[in-house]
Structure formats: C-alpha cells, structure tokens
C-alpha cells in the first residue's frame, strides 16, 4: 500500500523560504503564513500566489494546522 506525503508544518515553511521568505526554523505553519503574507503587503513575493493556488489543490494531503494557516494569512494576502 502507498501513503501520499503528507504536507506538514516542515514542509509548509521549507517552501516558503524556497520563495525567499524569511521564516526561523520549527516555526509553526500559522506564524510561517502570517510572515509570509506581512512580506508579501510590503513587497510582492514573486511565486507566492502560485505556491496558495498550488498549495490549496492539495487540501487533501495537508495537514488541517497548515490547511487552515494557508486559508486564515495567505489565500487574503494574495487575493
């Protein structure tokens, strides 16, 4: 039997700082979302709105902290 990857809080931030977003380490998934969204009002992240429409086809296999990190900062903050 196959088990899809989870997407936790790990993997949540990793992808983000991939983006160039300043988050520390074993941030949890809702301050990863409100640092991404306060950098992304001062200076558009280029990949962001990507990443949440991305992120958001994948509701499945997210972890429900992450699920709901991703609906409370980040879908608003991209429009």
Do not use: K, N, W
Not at 27 to 46: F, M, Y
Not at 53 to 76: C, F, H, I, N
């Amino acid at each position: 039997m196959m088990f899809a990857d989870l997407i936790d809080a790990e993997d949540f931030r990793e992808r983000l700082v991939a983006l160039g977003i300043d988050v520390p380490a074993g941030a949890e998934p809702d301050e990863c979302a409100r640092l991404a969204a306060q950098q992304h009002a001062r200076s558009a992240v280029p990949g962001l709105p990507a990443l949440v429409a991305e992120l958001e086809t994948q509701a499945g296999v997210m972890q429900p902290e992450v699920r709901e990190s991703l609906a409370r900062y980040l879908r608003p903050a991209v429009g």
